[in-house]
């Protein structure tokens, strides 16, 4: 997009990561970069190995070769507990909240635990939450807990943000307030990396798109880009 | 998970010099218990949902376990050290 910042080199990224799932190879070699400034969809069909390399980006899952590099730095094993200390905030493809504890109470404990404090209310009322601060997650409705969810994040003020599927199973109304929310972050110099199936929401808001498929990956420099090349379409779009 | 733990270490009493076989053995069953109550604590985390907000926040799963077994490893202990005879 043309009113993004100046592109700095990735914050975090994840290299030639090999894994395997018992007999099942599931990425031959997938890469995935975390760029501040841009939005990047990783995109392909189901089962394409997209959650496993974002998972292994976040430091939640170990690959079983490849690299994951932070600020230019290669670690062989990296942690999601090292890397949140770093900057990164990820949002797994379940629920990320305690069911059992309040929203605003859980939103606090972000805001004490990284100064943040004043940043909650504002955070909240940008992503529409603030009515639901003393429910538990489990009394919300989905759009509402995935919104609580990326508020979470908000509050954080990482430098990447990494999401599975934020969109899944939401209203689009829920998923464009998150998206916009995500596009400003990435604005004011963020970094975001996130899969989803639901391209006439994700496609306007993403940047650049890393195509995961058969284990591997191909980065395209825009949108444009990825739709104008047929072997993408084929693969991934419905035929029309 | 609390309860069954105090209910378990309130029939066991700790050892806590090897001074004897069964000191030692009364220390082994401590450590064990120790063990076995962080384990129930892990469970627990897994089967309740949203271990994702903690690491997120740094905080591993190790010491989350460890933090929210405390309360009943403190449990265990002032009830080991209630029901141990006094040594004379």
């Not at chain 1, 080199?9 to 890469?31: M, Q």
Request: net charge positive.
């Amino acid at each position: 997009m043309s009113d993004a910042p100046a592109l700095g080199p990735p914050i975090l990224e994840a290299d030639c990561v090999v894994k395997r799932y018992g007999e099942r190879l599931v990425l031959k070699s997938g890469s995935v970069r975390a760029i501040p400034g841009l939005v990047i969809g990783l995109l392909g069909r189901n089962g394409a190995g997209k959650s496993t390399l974002l998972r292994i980006m976040a430091g939640s899952l170990a690959p079983d070769s490849g690299v994951v590099r932070v600020d230019g730095a290669g670690r062989l094993a990296v942690s999601l507990p090292w890397l949140a200390d770093r900057g990164v905030f990820f949002f797994p493809d379940r629920d990320l909240l305690h069911p059992r504890v309040s929203v605003g109470m859980q939103l606090s404990w972000i805001g004490d635990r990284f100064h943040r404090t004043a940043a909650v209310r504002d955070v909240c009322e940008l992503m529409g939450i603030t009515a639901v601060l003393a429910s538990k997650p489990r009394q919300l409705s989905g759009g509402e807990r995935r919104r609580a969810e990326v508020a979470c994040g908000l509050i954080r003020a990482p430098r990447v943000l990494i999401l599975d599927e934020p969109l899944r199973g939401i209203a689009p109304l829920d998923a464009e307030r998150i998206l916009s929310a995500l596009r400003a972050f990435a604005r004011a110099g963020g970094a975001v990396v996130l899969t989803g199936h639901e391209l006439p929401l994700l496609l306007p808001a993403v940047d650049r798109v890393t195509w995961c498929t058969a284990g591997t990956t191909r980065e395209f420099a825009s949108v444009a880009q990825a739709m104008g090349d047929f072997a993408f379409r084929r693969d991934f779009l419905p035929l029309r | 998970m609390v309860y069954i733990a105090v209910r378990i270490a309130a029939t066991i009493p700790l050892g806590f010099a090897a001074n004897s076989a069964a000191d030692l053995a009364g220390l082994m069953i401590g450590i064990g218990l120790v063990g076995f109550t962080v384990l129930l604590v892990t469970i627990d985390q897994r089967r309740n949902g949203a271990p994702d907000l903690f690491p997120n926040l740094g905080v591993s799963r190790t010491r989350l376990a460890a933090v929210a077994a405390a309360p009943a490893l403190l449990g265990e202990i002032v009830l080991a050290l209630a029901l141990v005879p006094p040594r004379v």
